[in-house]
């Protein structure tokens, strides 16, 4: 047993390897290190001379951008550069110069290109919203990567996505710019996607933190002739005989809101008999004046964080 | 005595008689001027009249506000309204404003000097929401059920009410306009992006304009089909968002990106704004130049109407600073406010701002402005209130 153990502690990097390939999300191998390491067009970045050796202890580093050297970067160990156009490629060599050695030569080359990575969670937002709906948790993710800057056609690259520095569909994709992913557990996902060539030449790499919010709950009155009033409500004043008020339930996964497990009005908690459509109901006056509570949830019964109660006073 | 007195009583009356038959015959005053001047109290000279609020512009009710000179800021009309046009009339050379009616679809023909109004369309649309009228008044295209995924129908005014015809474009499109060459400009979602379609209303031939791929997105759309167009994901303050241009079917990133990133623009200027930490900031983009310049002032691109032939716009910018999630609430209906006219103008890069007017100021309530236009004249602006979606006219 104990050697077992010892077996599998040896064993266990070579299992992480298989996941965490270092050739695939490591920078170019030399060692001038590109901060952020595949800028895009008209960023700034960095390029460090790496130097955990020592080795460059007393020399004299000249930079040279392009061939042309810069004399004000002279024998910085660090230096801010602003990228070139989109896929316009920029050669940056540091010439090192010791007394008692040779003269080395350090090169890097970047070519500047967008990496687009756009998310289109699929829970529930309004048709008259006008901005983009936002995950929660257990709710799937479509997300698409849009490279520019290459003429490679898309089919011709291979993509390597991360979810919480998790591989996945299982390791490097051909062609596969979009993909779908379940929103875990937290306030925050991380995604990461790499393009590189068939020849496992990098071209792009970035990370996005996407937030991952809880639904949330807004009233509207819909009124027969005019529709939805996209105002939300804060409080409801019956003025006439009957209202109709909408719930919308802001984020909720779709699947959750096209057939929610629960959904039910309440006014001043009792029960109250919606129609056909379970987000809607239709109030009628009761008494000549006074106030209510009107109160809605939404809850699906297997994921319990995919669900939303909200309440709205009336005063009539 | 009693008998006395009685005499009395029945002299007083019929000299009273007297006094108020020859008031009644002879007595009348010529003008109201002359009537009240000669009360003669106090100071009799006369002064410069010093003109009562307009209040009529704001009250409540039916019918429009009684026009005077001074109405540089008028409602127009007190429905809500789904799409509106300046039209000149060919034969009398008037200028009308056709508009939508939301709900029904019904389209009005406006004089907004006298007021008087006519339907041109009897054609009900159920629940129209959004629509948009030629500027000849010839053709509109109303989009039923909520915007962004009703129904659009065009319906063609001969100018006879019965003789209006309409009939059903496509299915759920996603973003619409109708343009200048009587194209109807659209997207349909599929399943992995839009497709941008143009339909010529005259040979009612449709023509696949472009493909985006992603399907939640916002199109700033060019002048006709075959023009540039810009399109971006969907803002949301916590999502990253990018511009691209479409031209000729071919996509383009722009140098513009950020969190909530809203647009609008055409080949002469792109009006953006984004999140810079918690901070709304406002940039002008110059395609030509490939030059982005942080604006001075913070702008909802979605308010702004953009000049065609010059790098200037008008823009509806709120009073109350721009808080972090403010444009999310603004979509929401959650927060409401009110906005100033501004307009500007950039040259190298240097911009400039001009107030036009504060509407909340003049009207003395909340005011929203979208989806405003300018008249041919350029004098006159046309807006809505999107608080209720009635239509507005600043007189500039």
Redesign the interface.
Known sequence: MGRFLLLLIFLLPIFSHAQFSVGEFTGPQNSLVVQPSYPG??QDYTVTLDDYSGGAYGASINWFIDGTERVDLKNNRSITLQASE?NTETTIRAVLTTPDTANRTLTTTITPR?L?????PQTHV?????????PSQGSIVNT?A?L?GTNIPTANLIYTWQVNNEVINGGPLRGQN?ISFTTPLGDEVLVSVQVTTTSGEVLARRV?A??SVRPEL?F?EV?T????????LSTLLLLGNSVTVRAVP?YLDSRVFNQPDIATWEIDRSVYDQGINPYEVTLQRAQNNGSSRLNFQVQSTTAFLQGVEGSLPINY | MKRLFLILAICLIIALSAIWGYLLFFGAPESTREFFANFNFGNTEETTPIPEPDNSLFEEGEGVSEPTELDALRQLTTK?VAGYAEVIDQASSSTFIYYIE???GHIFKLDAITGTEERLSNVTIP?A?LGYIHEDGSVAVVQS??????ELTIVELTGALDTANSFPLIGAAHDFTLTEDREVLYTLKIN?GLEGYSYNIETKVTDQIFTL????A?VSWGKSGDATHFAY????P???G?LYNVSNGVL??E?V?GFGLTAKGNNQMVLASKMEGDVYTSIIYIPEKNAVTESNYPIVP?KCLLSEAVTSAVCAVPVDPIPTNG??NW????T?GTDRLITISTTEGNDAFLLLIDLQQVSGRNIEAINISASPLQDKLYFQNN?DRTLWLYTI
């Open positions: 067009p008209g989109l967008y687009d990575i756009i998310f289109e309004p048709s008259f919203y006008k901005g983009r709906a936002l698409i849009l520019h979009r996005v996407l937030p807004h509207y009124n002739l005019y529709g939805v009033n996209q105002k939300s802001y | 809500p939301v709900g029904t629940n929401q059920a909520a915007p962004g995924d009703g992995t791929p992603f399907r939640e916002v994901p969907k803002a949301d916590r999502l990253e990018y383009t990133r140098p990106s979605e444009i999310t979509y929401k209906g959650i409401t608080l």
